[in-house]
T-cell receptor, first 113, second 111 residues
Framework: KAGVTQTPRYLIKTRGQQVTLSCSPI?????VSWYQQTPGQGLQFLFEYFSETQRNKGNFPGRFSGRQFSNSRSEMNVSTLELGDSALYLC????????????FGPGTRLLVL | ELKVEQNPLFLSMQEGKNYTIYCNYSTTSDRLYWYRQDPGKSLESLFVLLSNGAVKQEGRLMASLDTKARLSTLHITAAVHDLSATYFCAVDGAGTYKYIFGTGTRLKVLA
């Protein structure tokens, strides 16, 4: 079974630009969560989608948004990029419930110059 | 606000020794997750602990959960070099689907 895939793997942007990251979950998984990982702030929860609905979101500004499609693939968008948005963005998928294991993708490393 | 604290943050230990990583969290939760991250890699799920008193073991790692004390432990038995990694615990606050991660414990096992 194929794992969670994320594209692109690496990205360089400049301040003020916007970026869209993509995540394809494991087949049959309907829940996708997004995380930001930085050396200073650690791993922070961005949002979680299930069946195209956002179930919860973390404490990030409105510049961070996401969506999920009917095939469970998910995208996250960051508008008006800031230097502090440089990070590893991870997505994770699971079938549905809280008690299940999350499977993480390899991440997208974003550098904002 | 749900907070998750791990200690120690860094752990350097000799092969063959035992040690415990602690994970404390601030609000009610009956689910706790442990992950491993190798340098430059993504996270790998180790354990999902689902109830008070839950204990799970895989190889040299054993995790337990005490929901009353809001404490989970990850015990390492007879450490080997391959266990060198960063270990994270995570909690979702009372069914919110909002997962809060601990700071991580960077483990280095010395030969």
């Amino acid at each position: 079974k194929a794992g969670v895939t994320q594209t692109p793997r690496y990205l360089i942007k400049t301040r003020g630009q916007q970026v869209t990251l993509s995540c394809s979950p494991i087949s049959g998984h309907r829940s996708v969560s997004w995380y930001q990982q930085t050396p200073g702030q650690g791993l922070q929860f961005l949002f979680e989608y299930f069946s195209e609905t956002q179930r919860n979101k973390g404490n990030f500004p409105g510049r961070f948004s996401g969506r999920q499609f009917s095939n469970s693939r998910s995208e996250m968008n960051v508008s008006t990029l800031e230097l502090g948005d440089s990070a590893l963005y991870l997505c994770a998928s699971k079938v549905a419930g809280r008690s299940e294991t999350q499977y993480f993708g390899p991440g997208t490393r974003l550098l904002v110059l | 606000e749900l907070k998750v604290e791990q200690n120690p943050l860094f752990l350097s230990m000799q092969e063959g020794k035992n040690y415990t990583i602690y994970c404390n969290y601030s609000t009610t939760s009956d689910r706790l997750y442990w992950y491993r991250q190798d340098p430059g890699k993504s996270l790998e799920s180790l354990f999902v602990l689902l109830s008070n008193g839950a204990v799970k073991q895989e190889g040299r790692l054993m995790a337990s959960l005490d929901t009353k004390a809001r404490l989970s432990t990850l015990h390492i038995t007879a450490a080997v070099h391959d266990l060198s990694a960063t270990y994270f615990c995570a909690v979702d606050g009372a069914g919110t689907y909002k997962y809060i991660f601990g700071t991580g414990t960077r483990l280095k096992v010395l030969a």
